[in-house]
């Protein structure tokens, strides 16, 4: 959560000035911190003072929170955090653009296989309409070879019909032969 108005205002005087911050939070111990320097300073806790009040919800007694100094490496600590959060981020999308030109890649590849597909089917349908068109011109001749096919099997009848009778004649003639 980004801090606003008088929280910012404080966290910029903070990492400004830890030790005059720290004198101002408590006076009794800015003579003190400030001779003793800064790695003392950063140590000692400074607490606000309590503030006890009593509530209309039954005397419930409030407190602060206790405040510590300003470290005196804050600037080091924020840069070094910006330049990792900066890092991870870059990382971060980085990875994304990956991901993207991946799925950019894969996107123009299925393209392309669906265009080969695309030719290669309308070669196909293009191949069907030329057989189509070769059995149109072969009709009637396969008309005729049915025709030609029905007329052979009327005429295998009619010669197994003269088979038979020719049979018949030749058993009469033969029996009119014995006479």
Do not use: W
Request: hydrophobic share 35%.
């Amino acid at each position: 959560m980004a801090a606003t108005g008088d929280e910012a205002a404080a966290m910029d005087s903070i990492s400004k000035a830890p030790a005059t911050h720290s004198a101002a939070l408590n006076p009794a111990a800015s003579c003190s911190s400030q001779a003793e320097g800064p790695e003392d300073a950063a140590e000692s806790l400074v607490q606000a003072p309590k503030k006890s009040s009593t509530n209309s919800d039954g005397g419930v007694e409030t407190a602060e929170e206790a405040v510590e100094p300003a470290e005196p490496d804050i600037n080091e600590l924020c840069t070094d955090m910006f330049e990792k959060m900066a890092l991870f981020l870059q990382g971060e999308l980085t990875g994304t653009c990956e991901d993207y030109r991946l799925l950019e890649n894969m996107n123009k590849l299925t393209s392309l296989k669906y265009m080969e597909m695309k030719d290669i089917s309308i070669n196909i349908s293009r191949n069907l309409q030329d057989l189509n068109n070769k059995y149109a011109s072969l009709q009637p001749y396969l008309d005729q070879i049915n025709q030609i096919e029905e007329q052979v099997s009327t005429l295998e009848q009619a010669a197994y019909k003269l088979d038979a009778y020719s049979k018949k004649l030749e058993a009469r003639f033969k029996k009119l032969e014995k006479r």
